[in-house]
DNA sequence: CATGTTTTGGCAAACGTTTGCCTAAACCGT
DNA sequence: ACGGTTTAGGCAAACGTTTGCCAAAACATG
């Protein structure tokens, strides 16, 4: 590979401010900073001159390696094109960036090993915070939390316990499903799920389950599939399949179908297209996400709306509390059954 | 607000390594980035085990200040909300990870103050380089292109021409929508797109306009509508409702329809549905993106794949041109129109 | 005028690295 | 034994900030 060229850095530090305005660094630093009385106003207006005249900004190399703190926070986050995960990295950013903070987005695919490796790729960054998306269990993440760093967990709780955790209430989500289709009169129920489901996954299931239980309705089929990575899609088209045809399947469809994520929906559907069942009058579906594209092309789905468009605040809110040395909370974020077809 | 307290750092540095072993920060150093000749076996070896021992992990702060080059990469894209863009913004992560680097991920709301800011902060951090998403033009952006910056264009072109891109095709993406159509014997045409659109967009419809006149096409309808940020879902509703509906509207809906953006189709598809029209049956989509989940929920829509996934992995072979020292360049690859529903 | 207090601002030491230069010692060939 | 080269490794100066401490001057009070 060739030879990397630094690329040119901005010429004008405090120095050549300092030595411009005839006073010393320390002085620049200072009203750079809004010490403003710690000088003559004589003084702060020709430094401001030469500041804007030279365009000085402040390095935060500099600054960080000096106050050993940055503007920066990690977000590690799964896969990206997850659309829910690519909602919660649009919010963060947004509320981290009035605050003013900067976001570096790290993509752990889902891997424990990629995960601590941007958790210490992060550190020598000096990072002032994390925010992991659906961890997973793994030795640097517990490492971090044992040593106090500030960490929010969104989505998926820390694996180990404990910890500021930012999400909604999952099993809620799942009972609301069972209640939709309940009322709805709809009792030949089926749902599917990844084999290797988060415990945000499982929760949802197990919130269908029981309330199903509760409400004295037969207890439902149920089908998973391995979702390598975190391909939903593939997986929900291939659990319904099983589902339906498997020879330990029920050779026929249910009247109501219950998928723990959109994307498992989707695929779902699409094998019920392929096979002529018309939803939502044949089968009913009822997804969790509620995927901004729903209103506009899946209007068939009902959906538990999750706000993700609220995490991002919540974050920084927990952020800031772990910044104040207070202990960790957590935030359960309403949810809502969207019924867009009758 | 609360003060923040630093985030505690990792109390071992060079110099303890240093003492621990018995040699000067200088022979850490060296034997950490593998210039190992500098010292003999032993003392190697000895390094080693104390680095592995006390957990040594070198400061980037530090580094990058000393060697004034950062292992980092800015990307700015408008919303993230937009599953091109986090297509985009998956990929590029990728690739930069595996050739070494981070990325922090920059959301510029498509506002030029926003995308000057972000270049500014992020020069401030020393970063390598910049990926620029749809770039808006803006006075930051034109300083550090000529500044000899390494920036990269993505999907939209250096509004003040010249420099690295990475893209499309893009009147060629409409071209073959125009080809598509009349193959099919479609003579009946229209088109929406967004009024604000960028160049990108403009392209794909000049390539469909241009190529139906070619073809001696009957010239289609056109329609605009605002897309407030990158809303193009509303866009495309609002565009096609007063193609069919306006006062100087058509009436009725053509038998083919060009939107420059799957979002856009889609906001067609929601007025069709709620108006009884059939698609492909009655008017059939053409879009450009091939969003991933069109296989899964939108098998009505046929549109022109762009490689997305592919992108990442040619933004870095640019950067890395222009770290070599090498001119700018482009790279336009492959698009292909994917019908689904014949 | 003496004394105390505020204002204004400079000095210099960090923060954690990297690297040009220097110096011994070891080695080599004659 | 001697000059020359290689080897092994240390010194210290950067990189750009921030900030504790000090000091002179200005000001206030008696």
Known sequence: MTKQRPLRQNPVSLATVASAAGVSMATVSR?????????????????????????????????????RESRIVAMLSPNLDNPAMAAIAD?????????????????????????DEYLHAMRSQVVQGYVVVNAVRSEGLSEAVSRGDPV????????????????????????????????????????IHPSQGSSATRDRVEGFVTRLTELGCPRPSIRSAAAPGLRHLEAGYAAVRALVEGEAGRQDWPAGL????????????????????????????????????NAWIAPWLTS???????????????????????????????????????
Not at 91 to 115: F, N, P, W
Not at 155 to 178: E, K, L, Q, W
Not at 333 to 338: A, R, S
């Open 31 to 67: 009203i750079v900073n809004g010490e403003t009385r710690r000088a003559s106003a004589e003084t702060v207006e020709r430094v401001q001159k030469v500041v804007a005249a030279l365009g000085y900004r402040p390095n935060h190399i500099g600054r960080t390696l000096r106050r």
């Open 258 to 293: 219950f998928c723990p994520s959109d994307l498992m929906a989707y695929g779902a559907y699409r094998f019920a297209q392929e096979n002529g069942i018309r939803i939502p009058q044949d089968c009913r579906f009822v997804g969790v996400d509620d995927n901004a594209l």
């Open 304 to 342: 538990v709306h999750i706000p993700y468009v609220a995490f991002g605040e919540k974050v920084v809110d927990q952020l800031k509390n772990l910044w104040a040395g207070e202990g960790p909370s957590e935030d359960l974020l309403p949810h809502e059954l969207i019924v867009r077809q009758a």
């Open 91 to 115: 919010s963060v950013e947004t509320a981290l960036r009035s605050a003013g903070y900067v976001m570096i987005l790290c993509d752990t695919h889902d891997r424990a090993d990629l995960q």
């Open 152 to 191: 929010v967990f969104v989505g998926r709780r820390n694996p180990d316990g404990g910890g500021s955790f930012v999400g909604i209430d999952n099993r809620g989500a799942g009972a609301d499903a069972a209640d939709h289709l309940w009322a709805r009169g709809i009792r030949d129920l089926a749902l």
